[in-house]
């Protein structure tokens, strides 16, 4: 099943929602990153999380997720676009914890106390950035405490990464469920219903669900339209003059400093991990 994100809104205006299905965008980042299982899970889950969000961005908009916490993960960070493509990273990829009551121990990779960071390019003069502390460091539940107190938006959220033996990703996906301003609020109590008793999200891709049907079973019998389907890919916006314009951004003296080794600088890029590499020369021209 490709990956892909379909966003909905019902007939009378009353729900919004979407899903996504992000098994090969969260192998891609855990083969770049070299993540163990509790990382895994934890990015992606982080990076389901932008894309289910990117759903609601227009044109050049662009969208990022930082979480920093206390635990051994230090920081995550997702960024989409519009048009569905995204990267992701962490600072460190190994969490190092063994499970807990049978389950990858996110919360404890994340830490217990920290913030969620989430930064909007809506083409303004500057971004608009909000931060909230993690409410419970499983991601989904800190998404959704940041949707209902920041933007006012009561929303259900639900993240799922399950792994095979060799610690691959199996399967990873999610969702989000909104209740829309001025809506029926008859619907809640409905929508509450199906939420409990609706299978883990991973358990509905390993039966083939895609990102509408796993919509049209938590929406059944409430009509909707579809206002998006659009496909899911790993994509970096790293490039030489990029990495040459962030040297540049180090100052003179720094500059000064490096070029004084007479040895070339190397860079890596955090999120594709591409390795790029200046002579002395090319800097050169950076301090006039």
Known sequence: MKDQLVRILSNDGSLR???????????????????????TVAIGRLVTGAALLGSLLKGEQRLA?????????????????AKGHLRAS????????????????????VGRAGFLHVVKDLGLKEPYRSMVQL??????????????????VPSTVALGVTLGGDASVAAAGGFIVQAMPGG????????????????????????????????ELLLEGIPFAVKEQIDLAFQCSCSQQ?????????????LRELLAKGENVAVTCEFCKQHYEFAPEHLEPLLK
């Not at 929602?17 to 990382?39: H, K």
């Not at 409410?135 to 006012?152: P, R, V």
């Open 17 to 39: 929602a979407m899903a996504a299905v992000t098994t090969e965008l969260t192998e891609g980042i855990r083969r770049r990153q070299q993540t163990d299982p509790t990382a």
């Open 65 to 81: 997720l930082m979480i920093e916490g206390n635990g051994p993960l230090q920081k995550l960070h997702a960024e989409t676009d």
């Open 90 to 109: 962490l600072k460190n990829p190994v969490a190092g914890l063994p499970p807990k009551a049978g389950r990858f121990d996110v919360a404890g990779a």
């Open 135 to 152: 409410y419970s460091s499983e991601i989904a539940e800190d998404l959704a405490y940041y949707l209902t107190t920041s933007e006012q």
């Open 184 to 215: 029926d609020e008859s619907l809640i109590p409905l929508l509450e219903q199906r939420l409990a008793a609706l299978p883990p999200t991973t358990d509905l891709l390993h039966e083939g669900r895609g990102p509408l049907a796993i919509l």
């Open 242 to 254: 990029q990495v040459l314009r962030m040297l540049a951004g180090l100052g003179k003296p720094e």
